[in-house]
């Protein structure tokens, strides 16, 4: 089975930009949730989806959205872009919500703002 | 809110030899799940151990072990027979009880080096 990929692994953009980023589960998967990871603030959750629905959202602005599909692929927007949006920006899917659920990470997408 | 801390910000341990790292966590729930992460460098995050805060039985998984202290909300990880792939940051994770959420919360990671 292919694992989590994400699309692209590296991008660069311009403050004030949007971003769109992209997350493939693997198949059979229908949750999806994304978290942001810099050295400053280390780990955090954005979001998670379960069947096309936002189940969570973390403490975030507004400038991050994020969307899932039918086929559970998710994407993930950032509007306005600052410089402190620079970081590694991980997917992770799971079969479940919640639980002992496992959860299977992509390699991430390195977004950097210049 | 809840929170985990991770103490130690980078850990040495020679091959063969065993390593223990910290992590506690503040909750006032009494059902929940622990999590330690494997972060190699450049690569894809893995799921070392988990653990049930119901389960009082130390989960194990080959050469990985943990000690759960619920009363004390302290989940170390114990490697032992250290090899090199096991360089890598270490997380550990707390997540919420409820059936809805794959939400983790991470704490600030341990780098473990594994001297040859």
């Known amino acids: 089975k292919a694992g989590v990929t994400q699309t692209p692994r590296y991008l660069i953009k311009t403050r004030g930009q949007q971003v769109t980023l992209s997350c493939s589960p693997i198949s059979g998967h229908r949750s999806v949730s994304w978290y942001q990871q810099t050295p400053g603030q280390g780990l955090q959750f954005l979001f998670e989806y379960f069947s096309e629905t936002q189940r969570n959202k973390g403490n975030f602005p507004g400038r991050f959205s994020g969307r899932q599909f039918s086929n559970s692929r998710s994407e993930m927007n950032v509007s306005t872009l600052e410089l402190g949006d620079s970081a590694l920006y991980l997917c992770?899917?799971?079969?479940?919500?919640?639980?002992?659920?496992?959860?299977?990470f992509g390699p991430g997408t390195r977004l950097t703002v210049t | 809110a809840q929170t985990v801390t991770q103490s130690q910000p980078e850990m040495s341990v020679q091959e063969a030899e065993t390593v223990t790292l910290s992590c506690t966590y503040d909750t006032s729930e009494s059902d929940y799940y622990l999590f330690w992460y494997k972060q190699p460098p450049s690569r894809q995050m893995i799921l070392v151990i988990r653990?049930?805060?119901?389960?009082?039985q130390n989960a194990t998984e080959n050469r990985f072990s943990v000690n759960f202290q619920k009363a004390a909300k302290s989940f170390s990880l114990k490697i032992s027979d250290s090899q090199l792939g096991d360089a890598a940051m270490y997380f550990c994770a707390y997540r919420p009880p409820g059936g809805a959420t794959n939400k983790l919360i991470f704490g600030t990671g341990t780098l473990l080096a594994v001297q040859p």
């Open positions: 653990q049930e805060a119901y389960k009082q």
């Open positions: 992770a899917s799971s079969t479940l919500a919640g639980g002992r659920n496992e959860q299977y």
